[in-house]
């Protein structure tokens, strides 16, 4: 794959069922995505990187959804699934996607085993320059009781990352799995770990008042080609959410 082909996706759980400072968080949020660096660095005139050209959010909910998520990604040039809410009370995942990509199509599927009623969204998109991949995110089964939905809803997502061989797929999302928990046949390969697993990137979730990390979110691609990470890195924003941002720049 080419440089001007290359898949930059960024994930992040925004903590949406926290509801205080929730307007101010949400406007925070898509602000540190947009500018890519903290509001105050971008206002001392520091350069912003590139957008991403993926999203994959998990925790929205509606509110935060129609006034500020919506709003803001769809003023950066991004297009959005779900366009709308999908839910009036309960959290949700959302993809949003931008060019030189477009998205093709995509749906939320309901995950077969899942006690807190999960989904994962499955998406399909296009490059300018024809090449195509399938972007997957969800937030999986929470909880230390939910070991064995995680487990198999690992499976089921693995299954669809490499239900069509000819398509690279990209899974990014808040998985929930604690490091003891292995999912037997499990195929995906991780880019954490293709990265060469940068431990100042190791954590994406800090239990209140806790100092132990957890690396609940992950980005995982199919076993059936070469793939390349050509950076990897999380964005801890306390204050905003607990769970840091990853994003990672995605060669095949």
């Given amino acids: 794959m080419s440089e001007e082909t290359t898949l930059h996706v960024l994930s992040w759980n925004v903590d949406g069922l926290e509801m205080q400072r929730l307007d101010r968080r949400m406007e925070n949020i898509c602000l540190e995505i947009v500018l890519g660096i903290p509001l105050k660095d971008a206002m001392a005139g520091k350069p912003s990187p ?6 994959c959010l998990q925790e929205v909910v509606r509110r ?9 990604l769809s003023a950066a040039g ?3 699934f779900p366009p ?3 839910k009036e009370e309960s959290e949700y ?4 996607v931008r060019a030189p990509w477009r998205l ?4 939320t599927v309901g995950f077969t085993h899942s006690p807190l009623a999960r989904d994962f969204i499955e998406a399909e998109l296009e490059h300018s320059s024809g090449a195509r991949a399938r972007v997957l995110t969800a937030h999986m089964e929470s909880l230390r009781s939910g070991s064995e939905a995680r487990l198999e809803q690992a499976l089921e997502l693995d299954e669809r990352l490499h239900a069509e061989p000819a398509i690279p797929a990209i899974f990014a999302g808040d998985t929930n799995l604690r490091q003891r928990e292995k999912a037997a046949g499990f195929r995906a390969v991780d880019a954490f770990v293709i990265a060469g697993a940068p431990q100042r990137h190791a954590h994406t979730w800090w239990p209140p008042e806790s100092g132990r990390g957890f690396r609940f979110d992950q980005i995982w691609f199919d076993s059936q080609r070469p793939w390349t990470v050509r ?5 801890r924003r306390a204050k905003l959410s607990d769970h840091a941002a990853i994003e990672a720049h995605l060669c095949w």
Avoid: D, N
């Fill in 104 to 107: 093709v199509g995509a749906k």
């Fill in 93 to 96: 995942s959302m993809l949003a």
């Fill in 64 to 72: 935060a959804h129609l006034s500020k998520i919506g709003p803001h």
């Fill in 78 to 80: 991004f297009e959005l």
């Fill in 231 to 235: 950076r990897f890195r999380t964005r």
């Fill in 84 to 86: 709308q809410p999908i």
């Fill in 50 to 55: 590139p957008l991403p050209h993926v999203i």
